[in-house]
């Protein structure tokens, strides 16, 4: 990490206790998400990098962001919301882990967040956490979990749009799709079946990560570029965009995936 920051520079920290064992930062502007699955993104004049992906407990689990107040255009694409996901679906990450956020931003602390002075932003299912946003157009610190809920577009709230991630398919840090946590050189490596879970369905491609890293058909580069695609879901009044909604994006990348493995 650098040792000081510019002033549109900023830096979440995530700090937690032995259980649950992984949890995952999200950054999300727009359609562009940072995440285990694709560690850096540029988007509206921004960067976001996940800078340490801890997944054994404890932390620090950090994201960086650049650039921020160069982005030119409506909330969805410059609001940088941050949250934190978790992996294991304990559904006890609120009473149990202990999690604390710290935000800085050039050489200030912007905020310290826990998770139990926050229960209200805690998803329903007890595996998100909103903690906060960033406003990318004015270089601010837009929202926090201690103002309550985030309302979002005609009065809906941002935790109503992580619901629907509760009963859908979870993808698994196993096979090919745990390769994109790895460096590069040790996915081509690997002499592994990788396997993508889809509903139930094992799709296993029968050829090692190397061909398929050569061939650009590996099926967590399929998956990350089908949740990076913008979705919009009617709400009745009116549109939010869809943060996380993972059934509608299996949808449009499920045909893909067959088809891509098929080639392989």
């Known amino acids: 990490m650098s040792p000081q920051m510019a002033t549109d520079e900023w830096r979440a920290v995530i700090k937690w206790d032995r259980r649950p064992s992984d949890l995952d930062t999200y950054g999300q502007w727009g359609g562009t998400k940072v995440s285990w699955m694709g560690r850096t993104r540029r988007a509206m004049g921004m960067k976001g ?12 689990e950090t994201l960086y962001l650049s650039g921020v107040g160069r982005c030119r255009g409506p909330s969805f694409y410059c609001d940088i919301r941050y949250m934190i996901n978790d992996y294991t679906e304990s559904g006890r990450m609120k009473d149990i882990s202990g999690a604390q ?4 931003n050039g050489d200030r602390v912007a905020g310290t ?23 990318g157009a004015r270089n601010r610190l837009k929202w926090n979990c201690n103002m309550g809920p985030e309302m979002v577009g005609e009065g809906g709230g941002a935790l109503d749009l992580l619901h629907s991630h509760k009963n859908s398919t979870k993808l698994q840090k196993q096979g090919t799709v745990a390769a994109s946590k ?29 061909n398929l890293v050569a061939n650009k058909t590996s099926s967590a580069s399929i998956v990350d570029s089908a949740l990076n695609k913008p979705v919009t879901m009617s709400a009745g009044r009116g549109e939010k965009p869809a943060v996380f ?20």
Not at 101 to 104: G, R
Request: net charge negative; with cysteine; glycine share 6%.
């Open 182 to 210: 790895a460096p590069l050189a040790s996915r081509a490596s690997s002499e592994s079946k990788p396997v993508v879970h889809t509903n139930g369905a094992d799709i296993v491609a029968n050829k090692t990560s190397t």
């Open 101 to 104: 956020v710290t935000l800085y």
């Open 113 to 135: 967040w826990t998770i139990k002075g926050c229960p209200s932003t805690v998803s329903s299912d007890g595996n998100w956490w909103h903690v906060f946003t960033v406003d």
């Open 49 to 60: 990098v996940l800078e340490h992906d801890d997944t054994d407990g404890y932390g620090p």
């Open 245 to 264: 909604l993972q059934e509608e994006i299996m949808r449009f990348v499920r045909p893909r995936l067959r088809s891509q493995v098929g080639r392989v």
